[in-house]
T-cell receptor
Framework: GAVVSQHPSWVICKSGTSVKIECRSL??????MFWYRQFPKQSLMLMAT?????????EQGVEKDKFLINHASLTLSTLTVTSAHPEDSSFYIC????????????FGPGTRLTVL | SQKIEQNSEALNIQEGKTATLTCNYT??????LQWYRQDPGRGPVFLLL?????KEKRKERLKVTFDTTLKQSLFHITASQPADSATYLC????????????FGKGTKLSVKP
């Protein structure tokens, strides 16, 4: 149980375009999901916390107008990278926690974004 | 602010030996500390959680210790196998948050046959 999926697994786009990444909890309802970014040989950096039915909470330094997060249902959160630039190229990973539990995060397989 | 240091970027050991990975944190002692495994191009997978009042936690060939005096956790894999080769991440809960984790950079373990 507690499986999280992401789609797409990889995407290549042109500079200036927008890309949407989906994160789904397949067998449980996730009121809270997290979005991370990981550059090569670096640690996972939390970008934002996504709460179902409310606005996302962004970490310092993350532009909320550039990284749009929508958590419209208990099983789906989306991250849209707007007007992508090459420096946005990274590995984007989402995670979810079980209701009433913050002890363990279940991570998706990640999405590799390459902006040309 | 809290920082996590995993001192070894890479660790190479022979199959059958015990791998020991180190995680140090700099500030307050967290309520608990977690270890994850991450394979290339994949998301992390939860392995173990150890609470601040626990000295040691075991799961099959894995053992984790937590020393709040030293502000350190050790992660051991006994009888290591080539399949254990991966990057291991240490993480702790960001104080006052709703489950936000702070991750170390990880240690890449390579187990040679």
């Amino acid at each position: 149980g507690a499986v999280v999926s992401q789609h797409p697994s990889w995407v290549i786009c042109k500079s200036g375009t927008s890309v949407k990444i989906e994160c789904r909890s397949l067998d449980f309802q996730a009121t809270t999901m997290f979005w991370y970014r990981q550059f090569p040989k670096q640690s996972l950096m939390l970008m934002a916390t996504s709460n179902e039915g409310s606005k996302a909470t962004y970490e310092q330094g993350v532009e909320k107008d550039k990284f749009l997060i929508n958590h419209a249902s208990l099983t789906l959160s989306t991250l849209t990278v707007t007007s992508a630039h090459p420096e946005d190229s990274s590995f984007y990973i989402c995670s979810a926690i079980l209701p009433l539990s913050i002890n363990e995060q279940f991570f998706g397989p990640g999405t590799r974004l390459t902006v040309l | 602010s809290q920082k996590i240091e995993q001192n070894s970027e890479a660790l190479n050991i022979q199959e059958g030996k015990t791998a020991t990975l180190t995680c140090n944190y700099t500030n307050y002692s967290p309520a608990y500390l977690q270890w994850y495994r991450q394979d290339p191009g994949r998301g992390p997978v939860f392995l173990l959680l150890i609470r601040e009042n626990e000295k040691e936690k075991r799961k099959e060939r894995l053992k984790v210790t937590f020393d709040t005096t030293l502000k350190q956790s050790l992660f051991h894999i006994t009888a290591s196998q080539p399949a254990d080769s991966a990057t291991y991440l240490c993480a702790l809960l960001d104080g006052g948050s709703q489950g936000n984790l702070i991750f170390g950079k990880g240690t890449k373990l390579s187990v040679k046959p």
